[in-house]
């Protein structure tokens, strides 16, 4: 097992590990913040950090490599010296050191190095399920919805449309005046016929006339007397 990955198992029990004659790594949760170099606002989660300190003796992190890779401590210092040496000879030279998995040293303007430790998400309910949201991609799906919606707005105002609206609702119309059985359905009902007047004179008349006829045969003649 590499060494920078025993730091990090190490730092997954603690929440610091002492390297000696290096300095010391430390675990800590940090709150939801805005990163300009990813433009993007991350969500509350871990991040590792390093207090420089190049006359640190401890010996927690030695017992513990040499019981994780089963050598003896003065084998596991050597090996940890070793790593130690060759960071602070890049460093010394003004060279970016990165540590995979970990953070990378650069140096800022006065020449003095920094640490950058990384920053990573846990399962830890203090983080609600928050991930990174990242602005320049929200900002570009706003402008492709703007432009979505825009077509669309477009599209509605083109004549071929309105002629498709149009030609449907002409149909109906024509249909409901010509022919309105095929829109409204057949009446239930049949229409009445109308009473002529002529024919209530008529049967006026002949009920005048058979009553005349009717008074002059019921008239009895009288009989003169000698």
Same mark, same amino acid.
């Given at each position: 097992?590499?060494?920078?990955?025993?730091?990090?198992k190490?730092?997954?029990?603690?929440?610091?590990?002492?390297?000696?004659g290096?300095?010391?790594?430390?675990?800590?949760?940090?709150p939801?913040?805005?990163?300009?170099?990813?433009?993007?606002?991350?969500?509350?989660?871990?991040?590792?950090?390093?207090t420089?300190?190049?006359?640190?003796?401890?010996?927690?992190?030695?017992q513990?490599v040499?019981?994780?890779?089963?050598?003896?401590?003065?084998?596991?210092?050597a090996?940890?010296?070793?790593?130690?040496?060759?960071?602070?000879?890049?460093l010394?030279?003004?060279?970016?050191?990165?540590?995979?998995?970990?953070?990378?040293?650069?140096?800022?303007?006065?020449?003095?190095?920094?640490?950058?430790?990384?920053?990573?998400?846990?399962?830890?309910?203090?983080?609600?399920?928050?991930?990174?949201?990242?602005?320049?991609?929200?900002?570009?799906?706003k402008?492709?919805?703007?432009?979505?919606?825009?077509?669309?707005?477009?599209?509605?105002?083109?004549?071929?449309?309105?002629?498709?609206?149009?030609?449907?609702?002409?149909?109906?119309?024509?249909?409901?005046?010509?022919?309105?059985?095929l829109?409204?359905?057949?009446?239930?009902?049949?229409?009445?016929k109308? &009473?002529? &007047?002529?024919?209530?004179?008529?049967?006026?008349?002949?009920?005048?006339?058979?009553?005349k006829?009717d008074s002059?045969?019921?008239?009895?003649?009288?009989?003169?007397?000698?």
């Amino acid at each position: 097992m590499k060494m920078t990955d025993l730091i990090l198992k190490y730092l997954s029990i603690k929440t610091e590990v002492k390297i000696p004659g290096f300095g010391i790594f430390q675990q800590k949760n940090v709150p939801a913040f805005y990163d300009e170099r990813l433009a993007a606002l991350l969500p509350p989660a871990k991040e590792f950090f390093f207090t420089e300190d190049f006359n640190l003796k401890d010996e927690n992190f030695i017992q513990f490599v040499a019981k994780e890779k089963n050598i003896d401590i003065n084998e596991s210092y050597a090996e940890i010296a070793e790593l130690v040496n060759y960071w602070k000879f890049t460093l010394q030279n003004k060279i970016v050191l990165e540590i995979p998995d970990l953070g990378t040293f650069y140096f800022n303007d006065e020449g003095n190095f920094i640490f950058k430790g990384k920053h990573f998400s846990t399962e830890s309910p203090e983080n609600f399920g928050l991930e990174e949201l990242n602005l320049s991609e929200l900002k570009n799906r706003k402008s492709a919805l703007g432009k979505s919606l825009e077509n669309e707005y477009k599209t509605s105002r083109n004549p071929f449309w309105w002629l498709l609206l149009i030609i449907p609702v002409t149909a109906i119309i024509y249909l409901g005046t010509q022919n309105p059985e095929l829109i409204f359905g057949k009446k239930s009902f049949k229409n009445l016929k109308k &009473t002529k &007047t002529d024919s209530v004179v008529k049967s006026r008349n002949l009920l005048k006339d058979s009553t005349k006829i009717d008074s002059t045969k019921s008239k009895i003649p009288t009989p003169k007397l000698k």
